[in-house]
T-cell receptor, first 115, second 111 residues
Framework: AQSVTQLGSHVSVSEGALVLLRCNYSSSVPPYLFWYVQYPNQGLQLLLK??????LVKGINGFEAEFKKSETSFHLTKPSAHMSDAAEYFCAVTGSGTSYGKLTFGQGTILTVHP | KAGVTQTPRYLIKTRGQQVTLSCSPI?????VSWYQQTPGQGLQFLFE???????NKGNFPGRFSGRQFSNSRSEMNVSTLELGDSALYLC??????????FGQGTRLTVV
């Protein structure tokens, strides 16, 4: 069964600082991995996805993530935080076989950006 | 291109009642999934429908059910509501299982 662990339920950074949100996954087969962002009272917006192509994935709003199979990690980074990045971020992994349509999410990381 | 539309956005129901939530997927998407989001349990998978058939099911009691129509629109129903069913219910549609697009969600409050 697939699982996702996000290290740190809260991360706080200063505006302009590096953002690093950690995600480790467990999967019995090569996974598809995703990062989503959620603003208050909103749905989930896809930031980026890994689907077994390039290991360094670039997403929207300057975010990127690197798939490291040896570390079973898919950490999300952004070189310079902006106030508008404050939100909750979720890492997710798909199932396998006929369960591809099922996403398993991490517990989420709330990102706070200080001026 | 219209996104995933969920109706209603907000609902208040009384314990013991039942509720039906609706989801209209992106045009051309045949897979629709439902998730429950609560502060305590996070995002949990309810079920997935593909071409009117339930393809996957999460670990929820039988009070939670769903269906998908021939136009891919989906509904989920919760019967005999409990206080613990208060949550944000999210619907997602997908074209090829490699990217799920989410709606704004329905906020259900059970009193």
């Amino acid at each position: 069964a697939q699982s996702v662990t996000q290290l740190g339920s809260h991360v706080s950074v200063s505006e302009g600082a590096l953002v690093l949100l950690r995600c480790n996954y467990s999967s019995s087969v090569p996974p598809y991995l995703f990062w989503y962002v959620q603003y208050p009272n909103q749905g989930l917006q896809l930031l980026l996805k890994y689907t077994s192509a390039a290991t360094l994935v670039k997403g929207i709003n300057g975010f990127e993530a690197e798939f490291k199979k040896s570390e079973t990690s898919f950490h999300l980074t952004k070189p310079s935080a902006h106030m508008s990045d404050a939100a909750e971020y979720f890492c997710a992994v798909t199932g396998s076989g006929t369960s591809y349509g099922k996403l398993t999410f991490g517990q989420g990381t709330i990102l706070t950006v200080h001026p | 291109k219209a996104g995933v539309t969920q109706t209603p956005r907000y609902l208040i129901k009384t314990r013991g009642q039942q509720v039906t939530l609706s989801c209209s997927p992106i045009s051309g998407h045949r897979s629709v999934s439902w998730y429950q989001q609560t502060p305590g349990q996070g995002l949990q998978f309810l079920f997935e429908y593909f071409s009117e058939t339930q393809r996957n099911k999460g670990n929820f009691p039988g009070r939670f059910s769903g269906r998908q129509f021939s136009n891919s629109r989906s509904e989920m129903n919760v019967s005999t509501l409990e206080l613990g069913d208060s949550a944000l219910y999210l619907c997602a549609s997908s074209l090829d299982d490699r990217e799920a697009f989410f709606g704004q969600g329905t906020r259900l409050t059970v009193v």
